[in-house]
């Protein structure tokens, strides 16, 4: 009788973490992960990874303790234009035959008003990791109509150096700003 009261106690204990610890998977249609520089000091130019996944493991329903996991494929980078994406893929920028991937993995989640975080965690591109802070929005959550899941909608925007990174170092600010803005939306089905 013990045992079996351990055994159900157990299977109990288990069912209920996995309830509460949610993984939430970017929807690839719904989402994107963009970028914008500004080119000769005058004009931006914008491009996206179209090739990348997003986890994001909460167990608090306002996401206020998101663990945010991020891989991009370098070789999806799209500008619309193929030999501006052809020379961002060669050594002089992403080298994407020696790092065929970006990632990005959290290291904590900050309260900065309602809906809105503080996101911290490590960018690895190009070889090198550095630590990198977004700004993030819970959009909201609801069941999406045509698959009857549970959706919820987040926006990340912030700025890093691509100096930081060694991406496009021939190329100087007057040319290319170093900064970098980030901009990511996404849906996320649990």
Excluded: C
Aim: glycine share 6%.
């Amino acid at each position: 009788m013990k045992r079996a009261f351990l055994i159900i106690f157990a299977f109990i204990s288990l069912s209920a973490f996995t309830a509460i610890n949610s993984v939430w998977t970017n929807d690839d249609a719904h989402s994107q992960l963009g970028f914008t520089v500004t080119h000769l000091g005058i004009s931006d130019i914008s491009g996206t990874f179209d090739d990348f996944d997003v986890n994001i493991t909460a167990t608090k329903p306002d996401f206020s303790d998101a663990q945010v996991e991020l891989t991009a494929k370098t070789a999806s980078i799209n500008t619309r234009v193929a030999d501006r994406d052809n020379h961002l893929k060669s050594a002089d920028f992403f080298n994407v035959e020696k790092y065929p991937t970006l990632t990005f993995k959290s290291t904590g989640v900050k309260k900065a008003g309602k809906n809105a975080y503080k996101l911290s965690g490590n960018l690895t591109m190009n070889g090198v990791t550095k630590p990198v802070a977004m700004d993030m929005v819970y959009k909201g959550s609801v069941e999406n109509p045509m698959n009857k899941k549970q959706t919820a909608g987040f926006q990340v925007t912030g700025t890093i150096k691509r100096s930081d990174f060694n991406l496009g170092s021939g190329f100087p600010a007057p040319m290319i700003s170093d900064e970098v803005r980030i901009k990511a939306d996404g849906e996320f089905i649990q």
